[in-house]
Nanobody, 124 residues
Framework: QVQLVESGGGLVQAGGSLRLSCAAS????????MAWFRQAPGKEREFVAG????????AYADSVKGRFTISRDNTKNVVFLQMNSLNPEDTAVYYC?????????????????WGQGTQVTVSS
């Protein structure tokens, strides 16, 4: 069993930045694929970014490339999402997710554990 707790969401003006954190329980955190998804009202949950177990591979949705950066600290069991140049279209609940399958999956169904989510609101 893995428990995930996100933090760092909030209200920010367009052009601003936020840094999300996801703290994970479990002794095998370093072997997991970690990812961030988001879900806006009335929309499906969508992939934002993913990172391999050692941080050597990352993947991003086209909509956030060049603005968001995913990273992880396996010594502290934490994954981060640095979000810069935010715009109102980034407003959503952001979720941290884990899979133990070794592949960064762009589909939500490819993940086994989820956090409760953290709200990010970007005002224009």
């Amino acid at each position: 069993q893995v428990q995930l707790v996100e933090s760092g969401g909030g209200l920010v003006q367009a052009g601003g930045s936020l840094r999300l954190s996801c703290a994970a329980s479990g002794r095998t955190f370093s072997s997991y694929i970690m990812a961030w998804f988001r879900q806006a009202p009335g929309k499906e949950r969508e992939f934002v970014a993913g990172i391999s177990w050692n941080g050597g591979r990352t993947a991003y949705a086209d909509s956030v490339k060049g603005r968001f950066t995913i990273s992880r600290d396996n010594t502290k069991n934490v994954v981060f999402l640095q979000m810069n140049s935010l715009n109102p279209e980034d407003t959503a609940v952001y979720y941290c997710a884990v899979n133990a399958r070794g592949v960064i999956n762009y589909r939500a169904t490819g993940y086994d554990y989820w956090g409760q989510g953290t709200q990010v609101t970007v005002s224009s």
